[in-house]
Nanobody
Framework: QVQLVESGGGLVQPGGSLRLSCASSGGIFNTYTMAWFRQAPGKEREFVGAITRSVPTTYYADSVKGRFAISRDNAKNTVYLQMNSLNPEDTAVYYC????????????????WGQGTQVTVSS
């Protein structure tokens, strides 16, 4: 059973940066595509970005392209989300997720989820 634990959330001012981490245990990390999703109050969970398992390739939602970057360290079983130029619309609970598929934007196709970490962008 794969377990995912996010960390690194918090309060940041508009224009600031944060780096989220997601540590994985219980599975063979480099066999999973990893993704980040977010969910704001009253809204559906939305895809932020994904990084594939081999020859890592990244995919991003248009809303974060050029501002966010996903990376993974297979030796540490960890995936990261570097978030720059944050704005209030980025406020949400951020979740990491894992799938055996090559990659997908659909939350229901991810088998494992972390508990989420709150990111609040406010002055």
């Amino acid at each position: 059973q794969v377990q995912l634990v996010e960390s690194g959330g918090g309060l940041v001012q508009p224009g600031g940066s944060l780096r989220l981490s997601c540590a994985s245990s219980g599975g063979i990390f480099n066999t999973y595509t990893m993704a980040w999703f977010r969910q704001a109050p009253g809204k559906e969970r939305e895809f932020v970005g994904a990084i594939t398992r081999s020859v890592p390739t990244t995919y991003y939602a248009d809303s974060v392209k050029g501002r966010f970057a996903i990376s993974r360290d297979n030796a540490k079983n960890t995936v990261y989300l570097q978030m720059n130029s944050l704005n209030p619309e980025d406020t949400a609970v951020y979740y990491c997720a894992a799938t055996k598929l090559s990659w997908t934007r659909i939350p229901g196709q991810y088998n494992y989820w972390g508990q989420g970490t709150q990111v609040t962008v406010s002055s």
